[in-house]
């Protein structure tokens, strides 16, 4: 069975130069193996027919800020995206920010940290944080919208991957009041998550509650499982990308579950990995390049 490995560094900081492809096929022992160019200095592709040590590969290349992750060669192109939000498709933790506006960051950011470590569950830690925000204005949350910033790449990666035919849908514990307009702006095609409960006459205020069933790391398993069905396609044809522990369920199904930028425990256990890659990197672990990436 063929494999592809994949060598990636961000857009902005290229670093995939030809002594550090000499220096991976020197250390994965893949002499005479061919190297096909996705974006020069950004990305490459080293084609083997059998699986190498990755982790050795890795340790080797720990001071360059750059990712090398090992990828079936056949059917590298997905057809279903399904992308957590906060930290990933956008820059922000809007929990974080929203509790910063108001004096209360410690304890938000307290609780985030536990939950993103997988030390409190996803659903206790969502209630925990937003019982804290009880009576706040709607008007801040627009103030704190105004600030979101897609994370680099998140267009590219949106744009290219539905201009080849997938269904990109974001799965976030986040909420739908800052999801529904990132998804817009993106061109996304769904959006799953969570919807905080407001007050219903006069200056409408948040009630400190989340409107049930809790959108968790099982939700988003069964997200990606049950859209993927609806579509038709097998789960070896999904991606799914994240950061934190409620992510852990739906990278262990997906054809390829990503790791980005992410916590340790998710790194740890997930298969692929991009640490210093933007979110383009996901389009390099699918073979695209430069003249098929669109800038969105």
Request: hydrophobic share 50%; net charge negative; aromatic share 4%.
């Amino acid at each position: 069975m063929p494999f592809t490995l994949v060598l990636s560094s961000a857009p902005t900081t290229p670093a995939v130069t030809d002594a550090l492809v000499a220096e991976a096929i020197s250390v994965a022992n893949l002499h005479g193996s061919a190297v096909r160019w996705l974006v020069p200095g950004v990305a490459a592709d080293i084609v083997t027919s059998q699986p190498i040590d990755l982790a050795r590969l890795r340790a080797a290349l720990a001071d360059k800020p750059v990712d090398a992750n090992l990828v079936e060669t056949a059917g590298r192109r997905k057809l279903l995206l399904v992308a957590d939000m906060e930290s990933t498709l956008i820059e922000n933790e809007m929990l974080d920010d929203l509790a910063a506006d108001i004096g209360i960051g410690p304890q938000i950011a307290a609780i985030t940290e536990k939950s993103m470590r997988g030390e409190v569950d996803f659903a206790t830690s969502v209630r925990e944080r937003v019982a804290l925000l009880a009576d706040l204005p709607v008007a801040i949350m627009d103030t704190c919208a105004a600030r979101i910033r897609l994370m680099p790449g998140a267009k590219s990666l949106i744009a290219t991957m539905a201009h080849h035919g997938a269904h990109c849908v974001i799965a976030t514990g986040g909420f739908g009041y800052f999801a529904d307009p990132v998804a817009k702006t993106l061109g996304c095609h769904a959006v799953h998550c969570n919807h905080l409960e407001l007050t219903g006459s006069g200056e409408r205020r948040l009630t400190g509650r989340l409107i049930e069933p809790i959108f968790d790391r099982a939700a988003k398993r069964r997200t990606l499982e049950s859209v993927a069905l609806q579509r038709g396609l097998p789960l070896s044809a999904t991606l799914a990308v994240g950061d934190g522990a409620n992510d852990l369920d739906m990278l262990s199904v997906a054809g390829f579950g990503v790791a980005f930028r992410a916590k340790p425990i998710v790194a740890a256990a997930a298969h692929l990995s991009l640490n210093h890659s933007d979110l383009t990197g996901l389009l390099f672990l699918q073979g695209y390049p430069a003249e098929e990436i669109l800038e969105g």
